[in-house]
């Protein structure tokens, strides 16, 4: 039953367009995620794309390891060198060391949002060494005196500042561009094919009345229970078997082209989670976690989907509710309305772009002096709504009357 | 096997479409007619469980079919008046999987379609997709999934609509080969179809069974008699407006006409045997037509 349902689904010309279009957004993540890379050569030229990567893959070798006092000292007294040897061309040799300078361009700051590309030019060895306690005084800086004094509760203000004391300090750090790739284009891979996962089910429930086939399954001996079961199990099949799909594509083609070193490294000493990430994660955790999180994402989309198609006969109204949460994203981020601004935190979106979850700038829930960040809060609630809706959505249709 | 009616009532909003109907079918097959909006199709989806009566109650051997759900649904067959299919699918695929909804493992339905599709000729077009079937194949088809469940009771909802003569002679001799020891109950508004292969005929007329009985019975029953007349052009025009006209026919020396009526209505009418659809237009006059296909 389940598998002639599969059939049906994509026997239609609009399931084999939405497939092709799937491998599209695929391509042009590859692509745009690929190209977009760049570092300076040893010719001193910009090198881009894949040979960017296997230059820095080949030279960061060298800062392969745990970032403790050692290779910090190590990376200012090359930075050194560089400087002292080439002058105002010493850019180009320093791609080596250049995740290591950048965490220092972040950290030795006045401010939170501060940048300084050329920190590392003026730090002593042993300033260099106190990089670890540097983070986590700017960020009690900016929680307790600073800008974020008024975007965060006292409550989360302390959970922020319990959870960075927390973070493995030496930190993993290597050549992690494969990893870093996989989980940052995935996330963007996602929130355009997560709709498109969502579209293919849309007619699951509504076509039976729209093709008139719905008198001829209700009648039929498990046309009110054990068929229903089957179009969930099938919609629930397509769907996390076209993601598992796409990601593991996805995760192939990245790791084979940029390479799969740095699975082991810290997600905190990466630049987008260096400074408000609060999780110890490694590289292949946190894949892991975006699998997990992005499977209950285009589920809950999938199953929203499938339940106005089944609540209404209408599969472009179901359709159209496969995209209703993008749009609620573009609309609510253009509104001034801070009400509306904190129900983005909400959207499940956010179970695509693990990166941001991984901030507490992605906001928290805070029930009394309870503080939860919002990535185990979304996991949980539209956890809860994956493993809720399929009963739902099986009593709802099976109790339909054909017209 | 005995399948009772009894009482059975459907309001739709303010308007009733079955009205009170008590009928008791067991193997055999019976013939609903009635015209469009008589109630036969809303009637039908209630045998079929896909309506539930507003009154009344239909039982399978004294246990109500809706209690008993998919073990009543499991003796079922069911070709509906909109045949409804996945245009996508190909025959063979559509058959198995109504098969599967139906509860037949997977070598069965794999046997079981093959010798219908044999019995019904569609083996050639097995691989074909629905959508590029003609409209009596698509019917063929309707009734081969009807029958993959062997049902004991088969309902049939107009099945010869859109077919052409020869494609109809070629189903009521189907269905008479399958008919034995089920319960069919075809409905249709064309006479012919069920003249021939019911047993038991049921006239339905605005939501209640105003007669039943054999052809025989029912004729027979009619309380008009039927001559048949040649009167010139201008009288015919005349007789038309009295009387209820079977069937009107230009002759060499005027026009032929087949007329109910109690008495001879010209002098030299010659009395004829009454057939099902004198009955029939006896029943319905001038009515059919109405905007109530679906009822």
New interface residues.
């Given amino acids: 039953?389940t598998r002639?349902e599969i059939?049906?689904l994509f026997?239609?010309?609009g399931s084999k367009l939405a497939l092709l279009l799937l491998l599209a957004i695929l391509l042009y993540t590859a692509f745009s995620m690929i190209h977009d890379m760049s570092c300076p050569g040893p010719e001193g030229d910009m090198l881009q794309g894949l040979e960017a990567a296997a230059f820095m893959r080949q030279v960061q070798q060298d800062y392969t390891g745990l970032m403790d006092e050692a290779m910090l000292r190590r990376a200012v007294e090359e930075n050194a060198r560089l400087n002292a040897l080439y002058g105002d061309n010493a850019m180009w040799y320093k791609t080596a060391f250049a995740p290591v300078r950048d965490l220092m361009s972040w950290t030795f700051v006045p401010a939170y949002r501060d940048f300084d590309y050329s920190v590392i030019d003026r730090l002593s060895p042993g300033e260099a060494a106190g990089l670890y306690e540097r983070r986590v005084a700017l960020i009690r800086d900016y929680l307790q005196t600073g800008a974020g004094a008024a975007l965060y509760s006292r409550s989360e203000a302390a959970y922020i500042l319990r959870r960075m004391g927390a973070l493995k300090a030496p930190a993993a750090v290597g050549y992690t561009k494969g990893w870093d790739t996989l989980i940052q284009g995935s996330g963007l891979m996602l929130i355009l094919a997560s709709p498109v996962l969502a579209y293919l089910v849309s007619g699951l429930f509504s076509?039976?009345r729209a093709?008139?086939?719905?008198?001829?399954?209700?009648?039929?001996?498990?046309?009110?229970?054990?068929?229903v079961a089957?179009k969930v199990k099938a919609g629930l099949l397509t769907v996390s078997g076209l993601y598992l799909l796409l990601e593991l594509t996805w995760a192939v083609l990245v790791l084979s082209l940029l390479g799969t070193e740095g699975g082991g490294c810290s997600v905190q000493a990466n630049l987008f989670s260096w400074r408000s990430g609060l999780y110890n994660l490694s590289f292949f955790e946190a894949w892991l976690l975006h699998l997990a999180c992005g499977m209950i994402g285009v589920l809950f989309l999938a199953l929203l989907t499938m339940l106005v198609s089944a609540a209404f006969d209408s599969t472009p109204l179901a359709a159209a509710t496969a995209f209703l949460p993008m749009l609620l994203t573009v609309f609510i981020s253009a509104s001034s309305l801070s009400v509306l601004n904190r129900l983005l935190y909400w959207l499940p979106e956010g179970l695509f772009l693990l990166r941001d979850e991984l901030s507490f700038e992605a906001g928290f829930l805070q029930l009394g002096s309870a503080v939860w960040p919002m990535l185990p809060v979304l996991m949980v609630f539209y956890g809860v709504l994956c493993l809720a809706l399929p009963p739902c959505l099986y009593q709802l249709y099976r109790r339909k009357?054909?017209? | 096997m005995e399948l009772n009616l009894s009482n059975v009532t459907k309001n739709f909003k303010g308007l009733t479409a079955v009205d009170r109907v008590s009928c008791t079918f067991g193997p055999g097959v019976y013939g609903l007619l009635g015209v469009n909006g008589a109630g036969k199709t809303t009637l039908m989806r209630m045998l079929c469980t896909l309506l539930r009566p507003s009154a009344g109650s239909i039982e399978l051997d004294g246990q109500d079919i809706f209690s008993l759900g998919g073990a009543y649904r499991a003796r079922l067959g069911y070709l509906p008046q909109d045949f409804g299919f996945y245009p996508d699918l190909t025959v063979r695929d559509y058959l198995l999987y109504i098969s599967s909804i139906k509860g037949l493992r997977p070598a069965t339905a794999r046997q079981r379609s093959g010798e219908l599709m044999e019995l019904t000729g569609l083996q050639k077009a097995a691989g074909r997709k629905m959508k590029r079937l003609s409209g009596g194949m698509k019917r063929r088809v309707g009734i081969t999934q009807a029958l993959l469940n062997d049902p004991e009771i088969l309902i049939l909802d107009e099945p010869t609509a859109g077919l052409d003569p020869g494609e109809r002679i070629r189903f009521r001799n189907l269905l008479s080969e399958i008919a034995r020891d089920r319960l069919v109950l075809l409905s249709t508004h064309i006479v012919s179809d069920v003249e021939y292969i019911a047993g038991q005929i049921l006239l339905m007329k605005d939501g209640r069974i105003a007669a039943s009985g054999t052809v025989e019975g029912l004729t027979s029953r009619m309380p008009l008699g039927v001559w048949r007349c040649v009167v010139p052009h201008r009288q015919a025009e005349e007789l038309l407006r009295r009387y209820k006209v079977a069937n009107i026919r230009a002759a060499a020396e005027g026009t032929e006409l087949r007329i109910l009526a109690e008495r001879a209505p010209v002098s030299g009418a010659e009395p004829e045997p009454p057939t099902l659809e004198d009955l029939f237009l006896y029943t319905f006059g001038g009515e059919g037509g109405k905007d109530h296909d679906k009822i």
Avoid: V
């Avoid at chain 1, 093709?211 to 068929?227: E, M, Q, T, V």
């Fill in positions: 039953m002639y059939k049906k026997s239609t010309a076509q039976e093709l008139r086939a719905d008198a001829l399954f209700f009648s039929s001996r498990h046309g009110r229970k054990k068929a089957a009357q054909p017209r």
